[in-house]
């Protein structure tokens, strides 16, 4: 069963840029590496994290096709394939050949704020496109509306959905979630330090940011909160709390690819609209990171 193997910790992998702001396939090999020697359980390729608004079609499609080459196996890849215009989405998915992907990560609506009704409808339309599962994703800060609990709900009985990345922050919605869908429907968090106690409230893991820094760290955590030992689970939750806190304190993923790049990983560089992180917090982040073993 799929759901069996996105338990745990995904990763949402940032897309690597070279000085000259072209994509840096060798860094984001480099992370790949990182990624799966420290234990996560999954990668999730072209999310916001990715910076997936200012790649073009070309770039995400060398990015996806490499992620998939570059993994050769090792983990599941979960792909992004999200917007505001559900005929766009489709017709994106209807192009992809899927080989290699285990599952589609696909964000509510941002800017036009349907109702939840046009939600509800937008998910069917995706769910009956996608030749693989497809997880739900609410994260109100970025798109402006909020996917209600009693949406999710309903999305959970219809075939081809198989979970949400749920990042609200609401834990009374949470628990409705996780109170009213199917066991099999996987309930992930989107907001990587209420991980562990959404664990508690029987979330099955996360798609993280802050764990493609500290990935060895960041997966252990999330498996000890799965199997119940939460004393040790908060041994390794406390010491990335205030790195995972500035990381995203002037947004994200500038804080992440400074953490990126002091480990040698791959460069800080983003896209405009995005800059780097300022230099106050680069030092910052730089003293939070050599705390951490």
């Known amino acids: 069963m799929i759901q069996a193997t996105l338990r745990g910790t995904g990763v949402a992998l940032v897309t690597p840029f070279q000085n000259n702001g072209k994509t840096d396939l060798k860094g984001l090999g480099k992370l790949i590496d990182y990624c799966t020697d420290g234990g996560v359980e999954y990668l999730v390729s072209l999310g916001t994290t990715g910076e997936s608004p200012v790649l073009s079609k070309e770039e995400k499609l060398e990015v996806l096709n490499f992620t998939i080459s570059h993994t050769r196996s090792r983990v599941p890849i979960v792909a992004g394939f999200g917007g505001n215009d559900t005929a766009a989405v489709i017709k994106e998915i209807k192009a992809f050949h899927f080989k290699g992907i285990a599952a589609v990560l696909s964000v509510s609506p941002s800017y036009n704020k349907p109702t939840q009704a046009g939600i509800i409808a937008h998910y069917k339309a995706i769910a009956k496109t996608s030749p693989v599962p497809v997880l739900l994703y609410n994260v109100p800060g970025r798109t402006g509306s909020n996917m209600s609990a009693e949406t999710t709900i309903e999305l959970s009985k219809v075939k081809n959905i198989i979970g949400i990345k749920e990042a609200s922050g609401n834990f009374g919605q949470c628990m409705q979630i996780v109170k009213n869908t199917p066991k099999d429907f996987l309930k992930i968090s ?3 330090n209420i991980t562990l106690p959404l664990l508690a409230l029987g ?8 764990g493609q820094g500290f990935p060895k760290q960041f997966s252990q955590m999330v498996r000890e909160g799965l199997k119940g030992d939460f004393v040790a689970a908060r041994k390794l939750h406390y010491p990335l709390v205030d790195v995972t806190d ?3 304190a002037e947004g ?15 460069k800080s560089n983003v896209r405009l609209p995005l800059v780097e992180v300022s230099g106050g917090l680069k030092s910052k982040i730089k003293g939070e990171v050599a705390k951490i073993k």
Do not use: A, E, T, Y
């Open 190 to 192: 989107g907001d990587d």
């Open 203 to 210: 979330f099955d893991g996360v798609i993280s940011v802050s």
């Open 246 to 248: 500035m990381l995203f």
């Open 252 to 266: 994200n993923p500038g804080g992440i690819k400074h953490v990126l790049q002091l480990k040698g990983i791959c």
